[in-house]
């Protein structure tokens, strides 16, 4: 497999380098130099003709300036994926692997008008009751059980064994999940992010959250699910289970990869590892420059034109998908001359207008907990590869590490907090148990085993 580095520009078999009609935004091309492939866009202007999987088609925006328009323009660019002409009309392969993504779903980010307010309402207005005190405690419980399940080995992976897990055991806790549903909410994310048996694990998800749900209506409690169902929005059954595939779902992978990719800079990039930042804002300054420069979320926020519209000499159809390069809108070059007089939160990575990412300070938060976390209990840990050597997953939307693997003085003993006892007997184990099964259908049950009294 290629590493990032060793692709300077889209390659010469590759359509975008011969001036073909569209930018594939699929292969392993894309994932190892997206940087090069946004350049090249660049030359089409404002926005530019892309190819997000084999037979789906779209437009991509690139420039600051227009992305924002963009966002900001609701009445203009919808996010009802109803609206989707090709869809409609069948030329768009039913079996596509970005389908999953772009489909209308009754949740609060491919709504508009007034289905859109009343969803975001209810979202925003549970999201506000989080105890920030309460989050912060359980993070570091949560870092400190992932911790010592590899602690004693001296070794890591920090995507597999970390970053993966982190948010979705933290998830668990905010929705309030008992543990034999938690398992298995996490068994289906885990799947649906891993794209392995990727059918089943959707099986598992829906069915959780369905019994998640009517738990709920029946034994309501102090968390995020009882708060969405009891708001004056009056939400379904079916609006309430993809509310929550929404917030957990599109919150624990982009956390993931800015856990990941700050983890990155900190243990490999010089401007980090050379001590020119204050020990202060060390995770803060890292977390930053992967907003701005390699946003966890590349390529999203689909928009549909409700009619033809013209940027900049270009024609963006009516009922034809229009994404938003985050990743390319950041680094603009007309912006890029004048970010030091920027606000550091002028980055697209959270979204803007009406259907910005409505918990970003909870999910920076989080982030900086989790990667605090580790640095204090593995002081001396360290990139255990070349970083020339890292790879990214393929794929149109994320910029997502495949691993990071780490090494640090092993550490034996006890690591959780006085007075917990545990209950995990397997010990200090990677996240496959001694019989090499996966444990990812078992990592909230065995998290709360660890803290019980």
Same mark, same amino acid.
């Given at each position: 497999?290629?590493?990032?580095?060793?692709? *300077?520009?889209? +390659?010469?078999?590759? +359509?975008?380098?011969?001036?073909?009609? %569209?930018?594939?935004?699929?292969?392993?091309?894309?994932?190892?130099?997206?940087?090069?492939? !946004?350049?090249?866009?660049?030359? !089409?202007?404002?926005?530019?003709?892309?190819?997000?999987?084999?037979?789906?088609?779209?437009?991509?925006?690139?420039? !600051?300036?227009?992305?924002?328009?963009?966002?900001?323009?609701? =009445?203009?660019?919808?996010?009802?994926? $109803? #609206?989707?002409?090709? /869809?409609?009309?069948?030329?768009?392969?039913?079996?596509?692997?970005?389908?999953?993504?772009?489909?209308? %779903?009754?949740?609060?980010?491919?709504?508009?008008?007034?289905?859109?307010?009343?969803?975001? &309402?209810?979202?925003?207005?549970?999201?506000?009751?989080?105890?920030?005190? #309460?989050?912060? %405690?359980?993070?570091?419980?949560?870092?400190?059980?992932?911790?010592?399940?590899?602690?004693?080995?001296?070794?890591?992976?920090?995507?597999?064994?970390?970053?993966?897990?982190? +948010?979705?055991?933290?998830?668990?806790?905010?929705?309030?999940?008992?543990?034999?549903?938690?398992? $298995?909410?996490?068994?289906?994310?885990?799947?649906?992010?891993?794209?392995?048996?990727?059918?089943?694990?959707?099986?598992?998800?829906?069915?959780?959250?369905?019994?998640?749900?009517?738990?709920?209506?029946?034994?309501?409690? =102090? =968390?995020?699910?009882?708060? /969405?169902?009891?708001? &004056?929005?009056?939400?379904?059954?079916?609006?309430?289970?993809? &509310?929550?595939?929404?917030?957990?779902?599109?919150?624990?992978?982009?956390? &993931?990869?800015?856990? @990941?990719? @700050?983890? #990155?800079?900190?243990?490999?990039?010089?401007?980090?590892?050379?001590?020119?930042?204050?020990?202060?804002?060390?995770?803060?300054?890292?977390?930053?420059?992967?907003?701005?420069?390699?946003?966890?979320?590349?390529?999203?926020?689909?928009?549909?034109?409700?009619?033809?519209?013209?940027?900049?000499? #270009?024609?963006?159809?009516?009922?034809?998908?229009?994404?938003?390069?985050?990743?390319? @809108?950041?680094?603009?070059?007309?912006?890029?001359?004048?970010?030091?007089?920027?606000?550091?939160?002028?980055?697209?990575?959270?979204?803007?207008? +009406?259907?910005?990412?409505?918990?970003? =300070?909870?999910?920076?938060?989080?982030?900086?907990?989790?990667?605090? *976390?580790?640095?204090?209990?593995?002081?001396?840990?360290?990139?255990?590869?070349?970083?020339?050597?890292?790879? !990214?997953?393929?794929?149109?939307?994320?910029?997502?590490?495949?691993?990071?693997?780490?090494?640090?003085?092993?550490?034996?003993?006890?690591?959780?907090?006085?007075?917990?006892?545990?209950?995990?007997?397997?010990?200090?184990?990677?996240?496959?148990?001694?019989?090499?099964?996966?444990?990812?259908?078992?990592?909230?049950?065995?998290?709360?085993?660890?803290?019980?009294?």
């Amino acid at each position: 497999m290629q590493s990032h580095s060793e692709y *300077k520009s889209p +390659p010469p078999g590759c +359509p975008a380098h011969a001036g073909g009609e %569209r930018v594939p935004l699929h292969g392993m091309e894309f994932a190892a130099a997206p940087d090069a492939f !946004y350049e090249l866009m660049r030359e !089409y202007g404002p926005s530019a003709p892309v190819e997000l999987a084999p037979g789906v088609e779209a437009e991509l925006v690139t420039e !600051y300036g227009a992305a924002l328009h963009l966002l900001q323009n609701p =009445d203009t660019f919808a996010r009802d994926p $109803r #609206r989707w002409r090709a /869809l409609n009309e069948g030329r768009v392969p039913l079996d596509s692997p970005v389908l999953p993504m772009m489909m209308y %779903r009754p949740n609060a980010m491919f709504s508009d008008g007034a289905t859109h307010l009343r969803l975001r &309402q209810a979202v925003t207005d549970s999201l506000s009751r989080v105890d920030m005190h #309460r989050m912060n %405690r359980h993070v570091n419980r949560v870092g400190a059980y992932l911790i010592e399940q590899f602690s004693s080995r001296g070794k890591a992976d920090l995507v597999t064994d970390y970053a993966q897990w982190l +948010p979705l055991l933290v998830f668990n806790d905010l929705f309030g999940c008992p543990a034999e549903i938690g398992d $298995r909410l996490v068994f289906g994310f885990s799947g649906i992010f891993d794209g392995v048996d990727a059918e089943k694990a959707n099986e598992v998800l829906t069915e959780s959250l369905f019994e998640l749900v009517a738990l709920k209506r029946t034994n309501p409690g =102090d =968390d995020v699910t009882s708060w /969405l169902m009891q708001h &004056q929005a009056g939400l379904s059954d079916e609006e309430m289970i993809h &509310q929550l595939v929404l917030l957990i779902g599109a919150g624990a992978e982009p956390m &993931q990869n800015i856990i @990941a990719s @700050a983890l #990155r800079l900190l243990l490999a990039d010089e401007r980090y590892t050379g001590g020119q930042h204050s020990a202060g804002m060390l995770v803060e300054d890292a977390i930053n420059d992967v907003l701005w420069n390699s946003p966890p979320i590349a390529n999203y926020a689909v928009h549909y034109p409700v009619h033809d519209v013209e940027v900049s000499g #270009r024609t963006l159809p009516g009922g034809a998908p229009v994404l938003v390069s985050f990743a390319a @809108a950041n680094t603009d070059p007309n912006v890029s001359l004048g970010r030091q007089t920027l606000s550091k939160r002028a980055h697209l990575a959270w979204g803007a207008g +009406p259907h910005a990412c409505p918990a970003k =300070d909870a999910a920076l938060l989080i982030s900086i907990l989790a990667i605090e *976390k580790l640095l204090n209990v593995l002081p001396d840990i360290e990139l255990a590869v070349a970083e020339e050597s890292l790879t !990214y997953r393929p794929g149109p939307f994320h910029r997502a590490l495949n691993g990071l693997p780490a090494r640090f003085t092993p550490v034996h003993g006890e690591r959780r907090p006085a007075g917990r006892s545990s209950g995990v007997t397997s010990g200090n184990t990677s996240p496959q148990d001694n019989q090499g099964k996966s444990r990812k259908g078992s990592w909230w049950s065995g998290f709360l085993s660890w803290w019980k009294v």
